[in-house]
């Protein structure tokens, strides 16, 4: 058996993962895979405690957050590309005016 | 054996997440989440999770980074020119945030309790099936479930409205 | 992994790993058995005979995009729909959960409504059609 | 989990695999026999009896042609994408029930690799998973017909995925679980007949459904009329433009294996998988029925092939979008309503 640890464990591990990228990355695209990856580190406790305690809730709050997570790629996929169409960059830091 | 496994999809899967650090182009680090999205689904078997194995299999990879791929590809975005960064602090404080973040993390992962999980008796219904997942969505989470539906109408019409160009009608 | 039904997942494993290696198998056997003698024509990408015009990596038209969105947000809706019509008929036969019928058929109508909407929104923004 | 039980799985997958790789070598010889037939011709009969061992000769032929990497090509990406399509197509098989349980070698033996909760919506997952391969060689070949065919390809296979999704949905809610072998078995001997000869097969049941399926299932696996992204006579060869020696047949083969997967699927779905009569007495025959079902399907598709032309782009992306995934949903709420009063 894999000790309840090693699971929370290793999904601290891909969140600090994401978390850097977030900070070290400045293509716009990257940091938004960087947020998918925290949210499955996320995913990986939920899954993990709902596992270990028997209660599928934690797997009812994974679903939620894969469709929170698609409709969240598709607008921001849509203003990464307006973005891009006025500024010709996918850097962050030009899209720093709050508007397209 | 079964912590065998575990401990090589694990490290499949903290290797994708770091190569998509290190990768410069896009796509590269995009295909390398592909690994971990499936390294993570291997787990949610493990866990006995199956549906939610499935679903994380047919919504990210098939789905959610297809759209990613699909994005960079029809872009074609020029290689990074060479800019003045603004923030290049930031890149500097990575590190010892990470490591900040990392010790909280095995901080409370050390103090957690190890419990076995539960047995589950022959015919019963087991937690994590898609009949478990199917009656709890219609019972507890009827309200979740409803309002993920408004959400993605909302997505779908707040993308349609951002990127149709001004021009055509 | 103790319990009896997780243990048939790992066929998968095994049918991976066996793909992978015939995979790898039949690009290494293309790049080493047949013979290989480039020349500076044979490499240029093919246009038909005539000499290559520009770059292929240019940026492609929006409808792609749009496409690939509207199937990431259906897709998650089908998805929904799946565990609710593996449950809905054995709902229907079993006495314990009676007094929940109509919220498990009106719930799920609900949810539909909200994905015709937004596809006859599409309709009518002109969405759907390729040709404009 | 014993070595024994191990052991079986390897064994199976070891040779339906075998099985796989020839049936797809004939494939492409049927196929071109079924042209002739149609079109009048004799198609290929000079290598060995009938032209049986035209296969052989084909491969042998795949094995020794040069190996192109276009100058300009991303070199890992463009080695990639044939494996990225080989290996999903290969990977659906192992929970589709070939047939019901026959005794060898003095043990039980059931005719499939596996069976679990989630097994159609592993065979979605795997299936959606397959895009990449064709994304990714159309981008990487830098090629203009390549990247438009890979562009047009992987459009069309994302949004027939969605009606062939929600058709499913309609058996789903007859049969109640996601496992093959719990479907075929409902559409079983042993559930009775309806007016005591009609075996209870989901076509009789889904007959909506069933047709959105087959039309969804030959543009998911680019066939005639379907078959835009390869469009000879505008895109040379589609998204492989720039594939040659064995890539090219992986490319090839991929597509063969996607036909049997979705043959397979719609027998398992709506013809009663590997029912009919007398298996209970000759377990041996339920095989024969399961690969019998599955030929008729894939001659049906040939012969759709050499018949029909070509639909416009535009005409394929209404069909997916304004004709089929708004049957499904309609065909979905009918049948939810029906079963709702009718129980």
Known sequence: ?100 | MEKALFIIIAVIAVAAALNVLIQRNPLYSALSLIGTMAALSVLYVMLRAQFIAAVQIVVYAGAILVLFIFVIMLLNAPKQQLQIDKQKGLRYLAIPLAGLLLAEAFYVVWRVQDIAMPVVKEGEEAVGTTWSVGVALFTHYLLPFQVAGVLLLMALIGAVVLARREGDK | MDQPGITNYIPILIIFALAVVFATAMIAMSRFMGRNRPTREKLAPYECGVEPVGTARERQSVKFYLVAILFLLFDVEVVFLLPWAVVFRKVLTSPEYQHLKFVFYGGMMVFLFLLVVGLIYEWRKGILDWNR | MTTDQLLEWTIKIGVIFFILLTTVAYLSYVERRVAGWIQLRVGPNRVGPFGLLQPLADGLKFIFKEDIIPREASKWLYLIAPAAAIIPALMSFIVIPFGSSVTLFGREITLHVTRFDVALLYILGVGSVGVYGVMLAGWSSNNKYSLLGGLRSSAQMISYELSLGASIVGVLLVAGSLDLVTIVEAQGATSGYWLGFIPKWNIFLQPIGFIIFFLSAMAETNRVPFDLPEAEAELVAGYFTEYSSMKFAMFFMSEYFHLITVTSMATTLYFGGWNGPFIAEYPFLSLVYFVLKVFIFIFIFMWIRFTMPRFRYDQLMALGWKVLLPASILNLIVTATVILFVN
């Open chain 1, 1 to 100: 058996m894999v000790p309840l640890s090693w699971y929370l464990g290793l999904s601290a591990l891909l969140f600090t993962i994401g978390a850097m990228g977030v900070f070290i990355k400045r293509n716009t695209i990257t940091i938004f895979l960087c947020i998918e990856l925290m949210l499955n580190g996320v995913n990986l406790t939920l899954v993990a405690l709902s596992g270990f305690f028997g209660d599928v809730s934690g797997q009812l709050f994974v679903f939620m957050v894969i469709a929170v997570a698609a409709a969240e790629a598709a607008v921001g996929l849509a203003i990464i590309i307006s973005i891009f169409r006025n500024r010709e960059s996918l850097n962050v830091d030009d899209a720093d005016t709050l508007k397209l």
